[in-house]
Every structure is written in C-alpha cells, then in structure tokens.
C-alpha cells in the first residue's frame, strides 16, 4: 500500500523560502511519477510541479516557474519542493500525489494516491 507523509510546511513571510518533503513507502517507485497539488480555501486542487522518479523529467506550473524546484532522493525514497520566492498567492495546503506511469500529468484525477498535505502560508 502506497503510503505519503508530507512535511515542511509552516509560516514564512513574503521572499521567503521553505523546503517541503513527500516520504513515500509501501512499494519500489522507479516505475512512478510523483506530483506536487495545492489547494487554496474556497479553490481547486491545481497542478503545481511533478517528477519522474527514473529519469527525473520535471514539469511546473507557469505561476511557479523559476521559483520552485522539485527533486527526489532515491536513496530516501523522498520527493522535495523547493519554494523560493514565496508569495502571499502561495498560501495553501500542499499535497503529495503518486501514479504509476512514466509520463508527468497535470490533473489530479490522475493522481491515485495521496498524501494528508501540509499548510504553506505566506504573509504580506
């Protein structure tokens, strides 16, 4: 059974940057895709970045470009977001998402599995 703990989130203010985490356990992932969603009260779940855990192909979301970086640790079957630039439109709950493919997709629906999310918010 796929299993996905976020970690990392928290309080920072406008500029600043966090690091949040996505440990997965429960099967082998070189044959996955991993993704990174937000969800903003009142809002959609949308699309923030996604990673192929064999070749490390990566996609973002045009609002998170050249500020985020997604990357993996195979070693620690761990799934990193690297926030930079952080701005107060960034503030949500963020998800840990998993598939089994080797393509990156963009919508949820795509996403089986699901990790319990962790809160970003960014003051002004």
């Known amino acids: 059974q796929v299993q996905l703990v976020e970690s990392g989130g928290g309080l920072v203010q406008a500029g600043g940057s966090l690091r949040l985490s996505c440990a997965a356990s429960?099967?082998?992932?070189?044959?996955?895709?991993m993704g990174w969603f937000r969800q903003a009260p009142g809002k959609e779940r949308e699309f923030v970045a996604a990673?192929?855990?064999?070749?490390?192909?990566?996609e973002y979301a045009g609002s998170v470009k050249g500020r985020f970086t997604i990357s993996r640790d195979y070693a620690k079957n761990t799934v990193y977001l690297q926030m930079n630039s952080l701005r107060p439109e960034d503030t949500a709950v963020y998800y840990c998402?998993?598939?089994?493919?080797?393509?990156?997709?963009?919508?949820?629906?795509?996403?089986?599995?699901w990790g319990q999310g962790t809160q970003v918010t960014v003051s002004s």
């Open positions: 998402a998993a598939r089994v493919a080797s393509d990156l997709r963009s919508s949820p629906s795509q996403y089986p599995y």
């Open positions: 429960g099967r082998t992932f070189s044959n996955y895709a």
């Open positions: 990673i192929t855990w064999t070749y490390g192909n990566t």
